[in-house]
């Protein structure tokens, strides 16, 4: 149980388009679901907290204009980077957490989003 | 905020010896500390955790330990083997709060 999934795993598009990543819990339901970034041999960083009905809270210096998170049910949360570019590259990681429960957090797999 | 530091930042070791990677927080409201194993391309998976209640917990050959007073906590994988070469990550966190904190990982490599 307690399974994370991302889609897609990997993903490369153009400079100025829009790319959207989804995170479902596949086996439990979710109130929160959090999403990290993390470049290549670094730890993550968190980016914002997905609340199941309500505005994600995001954490300081993480553009809410530029990345647009969607938590629309219990087991739904996406991430969209809006405009793109290069910088943006990086793997994003999901993560939820039971709707009841201890503290745990279950991961995602991750996307790699490659901008051109 | 709370800080979480880890050492070392890599660490090989021969198959068959044992392990140890050590965190330390800054939050004394800190009371839950997982362990996350994250292989090359994937996302990061719970290997234990431990809550501020308890000194130390054993799964097979990982154990993790806590020292509240001191503020830091350790990871211990005995017995080694290749198959253990990841990057590992602590985190701290608190029951009133959703936020992991993470440390800057530690790439183990296990040598046959």
């Known amino acids: 149980g307690a399974v994370v999934s991302q889609h897609p795993s990997r993903v490369i598009c153009k400079s100025g388009t829009s790319v959207k990543i989804e995170c479902r819990s596949l086996?439990?339901?979710?109130?929160?679901m959090f999403w990290y970034r993390q470049f290549p041999k670094q730890s993550l960083m968190l980016m914002a907290t997905?609340?199941?009905?309500?505005?994600?809270?995001?954490e300081q210096g993480v553009e809410k204009d530029k990345f647009l998170i969607n938590h629309a049910s219990l087991t739904l949360s996406t991430l969209t980077v809006t405009s793109a570019h290069p910088e943006d590259s990086s793997f994003y990681i999901c993560?939820?957490?039971?709707?009841?429960?201890?503290?745990?957090?279950?991961f995602g797999p991750g996307t790699r989003l490659t901008v051109l | 905020g709370e800080n979480v530091e880890q050492h070392p930042s890599t660490l090989s070791v021969q198959e068959g010896d044992s392990a140890v990677i050590k965190c330390t927080y800054s939050?004394?409201?800190?009371?839950?500390f997982p362990w996350y194993k994250q292989e090359l391309g994937k996302g990061p998976q719970l290997i234990i955790d431990?809550?501020?209640?308890?000194g130390e917990k054993k799964d097979q050959r990982i154990a993790v330990t806590l020292n509240k007073t001191a503020k830091h906590f350790s990871l211990h994988i005995t017995e080694t083997q290749p198959e253990d070469s990841a990057v590992y990550f602590c985190?701290?966190?608190?029951?009133?709060?959703?936020?992991?904190?993470f440390g800057s990982g530690t790439k183990l490599n296990v040598k046959p």
């Open positions: 431990i809550r501020s209640n308890v």
């Open positions: 086996d439990f339901q979710a109130t929160t």
């Open positions: 993560s939820a957490r039971f709707r009841t429960g201890n503290n745990e957090q279950f």
């Open positions: 985190a701290a966190s608190t029951w009133n709060f959703n936020k992991f904190y």
């Open positions: 997905s609340n199941e009905g309500s505005k994600a809270t995001y």
């Open positions: 939050d004394s409201a800190s009371n839950y």
